[in-house]
Structures are given as structure tokens and as C-alpha cells.
């Protein structure tokens, strides 16, 4: 069984900064693309960025400049760093990959998901 468990979230002040991890368990080859996501209350949930498995990453135009995403591969862990928050960053942030199980079969996982609230 995979899970993959975020945590990071919290509550931050207007320029603040967090950084938001996704930890992927269970019986992983290996971990292909991963996508940070965020769902504001009343809103759709949104792509914010992904991370290849080569590094390479896509940002959504609201957060270029601001956030940054990265992977650990030997820690099967993927972050979500976020500065200059702003109160429309306010969501609950969801991470997804698409992990490789067996050698020819791969599958898209979503974790619980974390709330960032942005507040003076």
C-alpha cells in the first residue's frame, strides 16, 4: 500500500514563508512526476508546480518567483518551498505523483493534504 503524507502547513503572516513536505511510503520502484496542488475554499483545485524525475519543473504564473519545488529521491520526498506568501495562497495544499510499482505499471497517488492560511 502507498501513502503519501504532506505536512508543512500552518498558519503565516502576509510575507512569511513555509515549507510544505510530501513523503511518499509503501513499495515504491521509484517516484516519477510529482505536483504540489492547491484548493481554495469555493475554487477548483489548481496545479501550483510539478518536478520530473530529471529535476525539471513548471510553475503556475501565480507563484513563479515565489514558490520553489524539489525532490529527495533517497528520501522518496518531495517539498513545496514558499515565500512572499500572500493571502491568496490561502488553500489546502495536496501533493500527487505518479509512482512506478513494477517495472512496466505506474499509478497516480494524492495525499491528505495540508492547509496553509495566510493572515496578519
Known amino acids: 500500500q502507498v501513502q503519501l503524507v504532506e505536512s508543512g502547513g500552518g498558519l503565516v503572516q502576509p510575507g512569511g514563508s513555509l515549507r510544505l513536505s510530501c513523503v511518499a511510503s509503501g513499495s515504491i520502484v521509484r517516484i516519477l512526476t510529482v505536483g504540489w496542488y492547491r484548493q481554495a475554499p469555493g475554487k477548483q483545485r489548481e496545479l501550483v508546480a510539478t518536478i520530473g524525475t530529471s529535476g525539471t519543473s513548471t510553475y503556475a504564473d501565480s507563484v513563479k518567483g515565489r514558490f520553489t519545488i524539489s525532490r529527495d529521491n533517497s528520501k522518496n520526498t518531495a517539498y513545496l518551498q514558499m515565500n512572499s506568501l500572500r493571502s491568496e495562497d490561502t488553500a489546502v495544499y495536496y501533493c500527487?505523483?505518479?509512482?512506478?510499482?513494477?517495472?512496466?505499471?505506474?499509478?497516480?497517488?494524492w495525499g491528505q493534504g495540508t492547509q496553509v492560511t495566510i493572515s496578519s
Open positions: 500527487n505523483a505518479n509512482i512506478q510499482l513494477t517495472s512496466s505499471f505506474s499509478r497516480t497517488y
